[in-house]
Every structure is written in structure tokens, then in C-alpha cells.
């Protein structure tokens, strides 16, 4: 039987009809909206959780786009340090992942260190010094050349400062150099980077020590001062016999070896402390042929350390005597020759929230040992720093900008804020030269950029997005890594770090994969001439199917009244 389809103008007024036989452009269905929906660009996590500021989920994009070049400035807008950091960094960036729900979270640092690796097969540092601003003709001292101070010369020379930068030891650094062992560091890394730095106004000056050399009188001639001068000097354990050969705290130990200084020990090596420094102090040791021993008053899952850092020492054949704290150190003839233990419980909380170690009554025994190294903090040399600055519980006080009491005095890194760690450093020195500059031209200053909500993973749709194992990183076996200083952590070639950044969901952010387009049941999401899409608010009804399927959470839905 033929069908025949009746033409518009032949079509009864009054008769229902399954279709519309007119063009839905001229029915403004957009009325009916009580909800409508928005494009908006939103922090990721890894974002919001960088202590220096840098924008994870850009650099992230243009690596997984193969763009090493590009990720490489985007780091460097806020961290001058990459190679630093992608391999000393702890990653807290990768600790709220999204990617986490789906299968783990992406090895940020390893594709940080793989940034700044083919930036540096491709020689593209000599760009850098372009994006400069017009001098200013202002000159800024900075006092320490450890990661807090390299981090505000290198942001106060990208702002037009002239910079100085004067360092106690031999050569700049600080505990990156002298605090950090080979094997986790390369001295070649450190001052490839360092280098870069000191192709801007920069000028580091070595062996001046606050205090000795360098006079606060003699730093009048600068527009600003900052200070990142660390935490430098390792507590005293305040255990009778301290004073014994063979017993010393272990930031001396490591700065010995670190500069080529005659440090060795062989035997059987106590380290007492549970910190990242006890951490290094016991690698360095075996890597003399040294049985060690890390001894610690609380329990493993309570240690101070980095994870990978305790496991890396435990694969690497360090042992560990957790509950445990020491009574005396025990010599004969002014030489060490052991050590008395006392076992403890957890007691009460104390201020950190950790429960106290308590002594179990009548439990200790003895260890042999020819070395016994302390690792239980550091702390701020205030006697010349005093004279200049206000000094409240060990720390410099000043702002989360730096700023102290004081102007045109400044400071940062651990000195001022206690932090302890190396990305963290770098934060406070660019918030510094932040400030620093909005003090010298008389401005206020800007709050960070990234604030706001973060992303989610109950934010995303993650049915787009299929599992993917996260790369694995190359170790070198322990067989060679205790037996020379060599990197233990290997690099990834640049093909496998592209693909390690293609696992990034790219939380909060269009990559214009087109599902709002495609799913939309009005049609009312177009593409818009300067790229990416635009909705067409006159048909829209607000159903938020467009929402819901958005892969990333970078749409989301507003009352019309809340407009």
C-alpha cells in the first residue's frame, strides 16, 4: 500500500501531529527554563594541592598533546626548579588524583622530570630569558641560595629586579646540595638549573655568611631583603654520651659527604629519627658498606619520612627498630662502642595529634654500634638572625607573603615557615618576590590565582574514561644502588611520559570532546567562532543533560534566579 505524507498547507489547524513541520528556530523553548547551564573552568586537584603554585593540569595537557617545549614554560611560570622537583618532590599533587577512582593517580613528578629532561635535549632554555619584564631598575638581596631563595631571585629577575644572592657555603644550593644525596640528586640537575637562573640579572655570591661576612649595615644599599637562610642546625638529642667519637647528628654527616668532605663509616650504624633526613643518613651509610640501623620511638605508619623513602631503604637492606628510643649512648675511652635502648607504647596525644611515646617499664636492651647518627630535626640558627628579624618559636615571624615587621625585610623557606620540604620552599620564595614587588611600585597585592572548589571525583563522568595502568618508574637494583652513588630512580623516555600524561582527566576543564554537542535533544549547543562551544540560550530548556554527561565537571547548573 502507498503511503502519502500530507503537505504542510494541507494540514487541518487544530490536528495533532507526532513532529514539528516548521523549523524549531523559530520556537523559543529557552522560556521554559528554570535552570540553565554554564562552561566554567574550575581548579583541579593536583592543582590546588602544589605548594609552589604550578599548573599541574596545563603542563599535563600539553605533554600528553607531546609538547615539551610549552608544558616546560608552563612550569616554569611558577617553579624554576623541574628536574629539581621531579625527582625530590613528594607529589602532593598526586594525593587527591581523580584518576585515583578510576584505577591510581598519574606520576606527576615522573612526568615533570621527563619535562624538563626533552626541554633540555631540546635546548629551548636559552627562550626563557625573553619573557623578562623591563628592568626596574630596583636591586633585591637574597640571603640563602637554597630553594626558597633561587625561587624569589628567579621570580624578582622574571619581574625586572636586579638580584643578589649571597650563600655561606662554598657553592649555592643549600640543602638541595648539601642536604640531598647523589643518589636522589644529581649535582648535574642542581646546577643545569641553577645556571638557567643565573642567566637573568642574577649574581650569587658564596661564602657569605649572615652574620660573619655579610653585616645587615652592608645590606642597606638594597631597595628589599629576603631572607631564606633554612633551618641549618640539627637538634640535640640530649642523650648522656652524645658527646662520644662515633656519635654525631646526621646533617653533618650528610653535608660531609655531599661535599666531598672525608666522612666515612663502616660497621654496624645506628640512625636514631624517622624523618627524611634519618632516611638519607641511612642510605649514605650502606652505600659505605655499613650495617645500619634506623631506630624510632614510634611505629612505621607513623614515621615523618616519605613512604617511597622508607621503602626504598627497607628494598635497599636497612633495618628498622620501631617502638624504641634511646637512654645512652655507651663508650670506653671516649669512644663510641653502643647504644641502650629503652622500648615504648603509644600514651596519650601530644600537640601533633601523634600519641605520645610512653617507656614500658623495665624494657630496654643494648646495641652494638661503632656510629650513631641523630636525625630528630633541625633548627634555625637565630643568633644572627635575631638582630634583624623577630624570632618566635624557632621561626622567623612573617606572613604566608613573606613579609615581617619590618620592610623592607622579608623571608621564607623553612626559616620562616617550618615546611621541610623542597616544592614548599619554592612557594614561599615566588609568593615573596611576589610581595617584594608589590612593595617596591607602591601596589597591592594580588591574591593567588587558584581558589575556588575543586573538582571532585563525584564531579565527573568517569564512565568516558577506561583504566590504565600508571607507568612504572625504573629502579636501579640494589645490588648496584648500594654499592655507588648512582640515581636510583630512573627517568622515562619521553614517548612513555606522553602517554603517563593522556591518563590526566583534566579535571574542571573543557578539552572540547564534543558530548554536550552531541547529547544536547534541542540542538542548542553550537560551536562557538573563537573555539570551543557556546549554548544557544533561546532554545535551551536547562534539562542538563549536557551537565551530566561532561566527562570533566567542566559544566555545571545554575537557578535562573540565581543568575
Given at each position: ?169 662554598d ?53 628589599a ?32 659527604v ?9 660497621g ?14 641511612a ?7 655499613a ?14 619520612a ?31 662502642q ?81 615546611a ?11 609568593r ?38 600508571r ?23 619521553w ?58 565537571g ?10
Amino acid at each position: 500500500m502507498k503511503v502519502s505524507i500530507r503537505r504542510p498547507d494541507d494540514v487541518p489547524d487544530g490536528t495533532p501531529m507526532a513532529v514539528s513541520l516548521r523549523s524549531t528556530a523559530e520556537l523559543a523553548t529557552g522560556t521554559w527554563r528554570t535552570f540553565r547551564p554554564l562552561y566554567v573552568t574550575r581548579p583541579s586537584p593536583c592543582n590546588l594541592d602544589c605548594p609552589a603554585g604550578t599548573d599541574v593540569r596545563s603542563f599535563l595537557t600539553l605533554a600528553a598533546a607531546g609538547d615539551a617545549a610549552a608544558a616546560w614554560r608552563t612550569i616554569l611560570r611558577h617553579n624554576p626548579l623541574p628536574g629539581v622537583c621531579g625527582r625530590v618532590c613528594y607529589h602532593p599533587c598526586e594525593s587527591g588524583c581523580n584518576r585515583g577512582a578510576v584505577d591510581t593517580a598519574v606520576a606527576v613528578h615522573a612526568v615533570e622530570r621527563a619535562v624538563a629532561s626533552e626541554a633540555e635535549r631540546m635546548d629551548v632554555g636559552r627562550e626563557l630569558t625573553a619573557s623578562r619584564a623591563p628592568s626596574s631598575g630596583r636591586h633585591v638581596a637574597v640571603v640563602g641560595s637554597g630553594p626558597a631563595g633561587l625561587s624569589c631571585a628567579y621570580h624578582l629577575a622574571l619581574r625586572g629586579h636586579t638580584v643578589t644572592i649571597f650563600e655561606a657555603a662554598d657553592e649555592p644550593g643549600g640543602m638541595l646540595r648539601y642536604g640531598i644525596p647523589e643518589y636522589r640528586l644529581p649535582r648535574y640537575v642542581l646546577d643545569d638549573e641553577i645556571a638557567q637562573i643565573l642567566s637573568f640579572p642574577v649574581t650569587i655570591r658564596t661564602r657569605m655568611r649572615l652574620g660573619d661576612q655579610l653585616r645587615w649595615d652592608g645590606l642597606g644599599r638594597f631597595d628589599a631583603v629576603f631572607l631564606a637562610v633554612g633551618i641549618q642546625r640539627s637538634k640535640a638529642a640530649g642523650v648522656p654520651g652524645e658527646d662520644l667519637r662515633g656519635v654525631a647528628p646526621g646533617l653533618s654527616f650528610l653535608r660531609d659527604v655531599n661535599a666531598g668532605r672525608p666522612a666515612r663509616v663502616s660497621g654496624r650504624v645506628v640512625v636514631i629519627g624517622g624523618g627524611n633526613t634519618a632516611m638519607d643518613v641511612a642510605r649514605v651509610a650502606l652505600r659505605q658498606d655499613a650495617e645500619v640501623t634506623v631506630v624510632y620511638r614510634r611505629s612505621r605508619a607513623e614515621m615523618p619520612a616519605h613512604p617511597d623513602e622508607i621503602a626504598q631503604a627497607e628494598r635497599e637492606g636497612v633495618r628498622f627498630e620501631f617502638h624504641a628510643m634511646p637512654l645512652r649512648f655507651v663508650g670506653r675511652g671516649g669512644t663510641l662502642q653502643g647504644a641502650r635502648f629503652q622500648r615504648t607504647r603509644p600514651g596519650p596525644p601530644d600537640a601533633s595529634g601523634r600519641r605520645r611515646p610512653e617507656p614500658i617499664p623495665g624494657a630496654t636492651f643494648n646495641v652494638r654500634c661503632e656510629h650513631a647518627f641523630t636525625a630528630i630535626g633541625e633548627e634555625l640558627e637565630t643568633e644572627a638572625v635575631a638582630a634583624i628579624a623577630d624570632v618566635a618559636k624557632g621561626r622567623i615571624t612573617a606572613d604566608r607573603w613573606g613579609r615581617t615587621a619590618t620592610a623592607p625585610l622579608f623571608a621564607g623557606g623553612d626559616a620562616a615557615t617550618g615546611a621541610g620540604t623542597v616544592v614548599e620552599a619554592i612557594g614561599s620564595g615566588r609568593r615573596a618576590a611576589e610581595a617584594i614587588s608589590a612593595w617596591l611600585a607602591g601596589a597591592e597585592l594580588e591574591g593567588d590565582a587558584s581558589t575556588g572548589d575543586r573538582v571532585v571525583a563525584d564531579d565527573l563522568n568517569l564512565f568516558y574514561f577506561g583504566r590504565s595502568p600508571r607507568v612504572r618508574v625504573p629502579m636501579l637494583h640494589r645490588t648496584y644502588a648500594t654499592t655507588s652513588f648512582r640515581e636510583v630512580a630512573g627517568g622515562l623516555f619521553w614517548q612513555e611520559a606522553s602517554a603517563e600524561a593522556r591518563r590526566c582527566l583534566a579535571c574542571g576543564s573543557c578539552d572540547e570532546c564534543g558530548n554536550c554537542h552531541l547529547f544536547c535533544p534541542d540542538a542548542s549547543v553550537r560551536r562557538a567562532a573563537a573555539g570551543g562551544f557556546e549554548i544557544d540560550y533561546l532554545h535551551c530548556k536547562g534539562c542538563g543533560i549536557c551537565v551530566a554527561e561532561c566527562p570533566r565537571g567542566a559544566m555545571t547548573l545554575v537557578a535562573e534566579e540565581a543568575r
